[in-house]
């Protein structure tokens, strides 16, 4: 099969497998997961070589307009709107999956510090659009649903910058493990990645809106935006710097500093859901079957612990912020699932730690087909125990 | 020329209580629903509701926030079939549906400029403001071609 014709093949069953998904009412990411594992090399290996080996290049395409997406997130008015709760809870339920998945790998799963700090930052992010779906589903309303919407769609942004942070010092832990300047060194490593990523997004979100005024039609605007975006991704590949974090400042730049930036954002919605589709397909072929045994409790203490971490972390910030007792108790069970920021975070520590790349994303795939299976049942239980549908 | 020279000052627009029937009523009479500015009690322009927007209110929850997640299904909305009682026309208020963000211009605009920025966002007609940002008007496409016409003696 020629590289075209694999493309063709996974965006058309991709499309129809997942409108049979939603039929029993899951989310269309599981479908292409499913069907990304099953033509996949382990099992029917129909997808060529040449899509295989774009893998890299779709992904940090994807990620980086996930990312430039997520920094929507902080507009002034948004910022302004959502509350306390959301903010306290969207911290501390990313910062509880970080730290206590981190813990358990590291003293439980006795796994060495800098996995355990890549799987803790994978495991604080969540995917909103199983929670969305069974809130438009059931119809929720009201004070639990308006917080727990606000919450899974500002908690990946944490997530990235969790995720870049824990990189830099796991890097740095794995390449200098016996220098003496070590923590200078991890501190020194960490700062530069951000500092770094949001001089780049702002240099770009400048020079961008400058440009605008050049721009005449809808069809102009998309490729002005997307080359952008490239452009971005590009420059910081190149300079070493945060493919993620640079788009999410991008992105949060150009909402803050361009009264119709919401335009640009509006003008991709017309390309990624593809690119979309690609990247999670692909991440499913990526799927070593064959390394799926070796990782039983690996996987099983990923999923246990991070939604420990989520539902104690949601607690403690609701607690701080004074929120109300439902959304204390339950609002941690509707950010089980995970998706696309997980796998794109996870394909990023594959590439950068080629040893144990396998061994980390394979897990995170695995774990993200239960968890996308599972937790739209978790979410209707929350929404139901709180008393919104 | 600028914008306020050539648009329609007197528009009907509501307030973000309006009622979903409230709003349904003013337009009864016509067979198209067209852009509806939302304003304050001191004119101040908050939003705009489109026919886009009623059919939202028919399909579900929908607030700002979705807009920013990523690989969201879309929602298959079937307006023949959905399950919903007669008391939604009071219970929905135009906050619930209204666009927050959305395209505006300053009435002072030049016709060039206008024209180019409604062609750049597909926009048939869109709302006139003043610099304090209080309605003053609306503005459509072809207000600005007619403009033109007229310029060129073809029409009196």
């Keep these: 099969m020629n590289t075209i014709l694999g493309v063709g093949f996974i965006l058309t069953t991709g499309l129809f497998s997942a409108k049979l998904i939603k039929r029993i009412k899951f989310p269309a990411v599981t479908a292409y997961l499913l069907l990304g594992i099953l033509i996949g090399p382990s099992l029917f290996k129909l997808i060529p070589e040449g899509v295989l080996n774009s893998s890299g290049l779709i992904s940090n395409v994807v990620l980086g307009i996930i990312a430039f997406g997520i920094g929507q997130n902080f507009s002034r008015y948004h910022l302004k709107k959502i509350g306390k709760p959301i903010i306290w809870i969207s911290i501390l339920e990313a910062c509880g999956a970080w730290a ?271 968890y996308e299976l599972i937790g739209p049942l978790c979410t209707k239980y929350a929404l139901k125990k709180a008393g919104e549908i | 020329m600028q914008i306020k020279d050539i648009m329609s000052g007197q528009v009907i627009s509501v307030t973000r209580s309006s009622t979903l029937r409230q709003l349904l009523k003013l337009f009864d009479k016509f067979h198209i629903f067209p852009l509806v500015p939302v304003i304050e009690n001191d004119k101040r322009l908050i939003g705009i509701v489109s026919f886009r927007d009623l059919i939202d209110a028919l399909s579900s929850y929908h607030p700002d926030v979705l807009k920013l997640v990523p690989f969201l299904d879309e929602e298959e909305i079937d307006i023949f079939k959905m399950d919903i009682t007669d008391d939604i026309g009071n219970l929905v208020v135009v906050e619930d549906i209204m666009e927050r963000e959305f395209i505006s211009i300053l009435e002072d605009t030049s016709l060039e400029e206008a024209y180019k920025l409604m062609r750049l966002h597909l926009k048939e007609e869109v709302p006139v403001t003043d610099k304090a940002g209080r309605l003053v008007g609306m503005v459509g496409v072809f207000d600005i071609i007619q403009a033109v016409f007229r310029q060129k003696g073809i029409i009196e």
Excluded at chain 1, 279 to 307: D, T
Excluded at chain 1, 308 to 335: C, D, F, Q, T
């Design chain 1, 100 to 370: 206590l998945v981190t813990l358990t790998f590291l003293f439980i799963l006795r796994q060495p510090f800098y996995i355990s700090l890549v799987f803790g930052a994978i495991a604080s992010a969540t995917a909103p659009a199983a929670t969305v779906m069974v809130i438009r589903e059931y119809r929720a309303r009201g004070n639990f649903t308006d917080t727990l919407l606000g919450v899974v769609a500002i908690d990946d942004a944490w997530c990235l910058i969790i995720f870049a942070i824990s990189l830099a010092i796991s890097q740095a832990v794995y390449t200098h493990m016996m220098a003496a300047s070590f923590l200078i060194k991890v501190f020194f490593n960490a700062l530069l990645s951000i500092f770094g990523s949001f001089v780049l997004g702002a240099v770009l979100a400048i020079v961008l809106s400058l440009l605008y005024r050049f721009i005449r039609t809808q069809t102009e605007l998309l490729i002005f935006t997307l080359g952008f975006i490239f452009l971005n991704i590009g420059l910081a590949i190149w300079l070493h710097l945060s493919v993620l974090l640079s788009s999410m400042f991008l992105g949060a730049i150009l909402i803050n500093a361009h009264r119709y930036s919401f335009k640009f954002f509006d003008a991709l919605k017309c390309v990624d859901s593809p690119l979309f589709l690609l990247f999670f397909v692909l991440a499913g072929a990526n799927l070593e079957i064959s390394v799926l045994p070796k990782l039983g409790i690996i996987s099983i203490a990923y999923l246990v612990f991070r939604v420990i971490g989520k539902v104690g972390g949601a607690s403690l910030g609701a607690k701080i912020s004074n929120a109300p007792e439902n959304v204390r108790r339950y609002l941690g069970w509707g950010l089980v699932p995970q998706a696309g920021v997980a796998l794109g975070v996870a394909l990023i520590a594959k590439s950068d730690f080629p040893a144990v790349g396998e061994m980390i994303f394979t897990t995170i795939i695995a774990t993200t087909v239960i």
